[in-house]
C-alpha cells in the first residue's frame, strides 16, 4: 500500500512539473525579442509646416509582414520638396509586427540640394525605428513632428 501511495505521489508530481514547465517556455517565446525592416518611399514638401506621405513594407524576423503607409507631420523653420526611394528602416523593441504600428515622435535638421539624405532615430515607448535613405529635392531646416505607420489596406 505504501509503494502504490509514493508511486501515486510521484506520478501527480512529474505532471504537476510538466505542467507548470510549458506554460515557463511559453511565456519566454513570447518574450523573444523580433527584429523588423522597413523598405518605404517617401515623399514631400515644407514651408514652416512639414507634410511627407509614402508607402513601404514591413518584415519581421518571425515570419510576419504587411504592406503599410506612412506619413511625417510636423513644424519647425523648414522649407523645400524632396523624395526619397529605397529608404530603409531597423525597428527594434517589439515582440511582434502590431508593436510596429503607431506614431514615432520625430525630430531633425535636414539639409540638401539636388541630392538629399535623411539618417533619423525615432522612438514610440522602446521601440525603436532608425531610418536612413536619399533621394532628391531641396530641403533646409529644423523640424520637430510626427512619423506614422499604419496598415495599408
Known amino acids: 500500500m505504501i509503494k502504490r501511495s509514493m508511486g501515486m505521489a510521484a506520478l501527480v508530481l512529474a505532471c504537476a512539473g510538466a505542467m507548470s514547465a510549458a506554460p515557463v517556455s511559453t511565456a519566454r517565446a513570447a518574450d523573444a525579442e523580433v527584429k523588423c525592416d522597413l523598405s518605404f518611399s517617401l515623399s514631400g514638401w515644407s514651408a514652416i509646416y512639414k507634410h511627407a506621405s509614402g508607402s513601404g513594407t514591413v518584415v519581421c524576423s518571425n515570419g510576419e ?8 507631420n510636423g513644424g519647425g ?9 529605397n529608404g530603409k528602416g531597423d525597428i527594434t523593441h517589439v515582440h511582434g509586427i502590431k508593436d510596429v504600428f503607431g506614431d514615432y515622435a520625430q525630430a531633425g535638421a535636414e539639409a540638401g540640394v539636388v541630392k538629399t539624405g535623411e539618417a533619423q532615430v525615432l522612438t514610440k515607448g522602446t521601440v525603436s525605428l532608425a531610418l536612413h535613405g536619399s533621394g532628391e529635392g531641396i530641403n533646409l531646416g529644423v523640424s520637430v513632428g510626427q512619423f506614422t505607420i499604419t496598415k495599408a489596406e
Open 77 to 85: 523653420l523648414t522649407a523645400g520638396k524632396y523624395h526619397i526611394d
Open 65 to 72: 509582414r504587411a504592406k503599410v503607409k506612412i506619413s511625417l
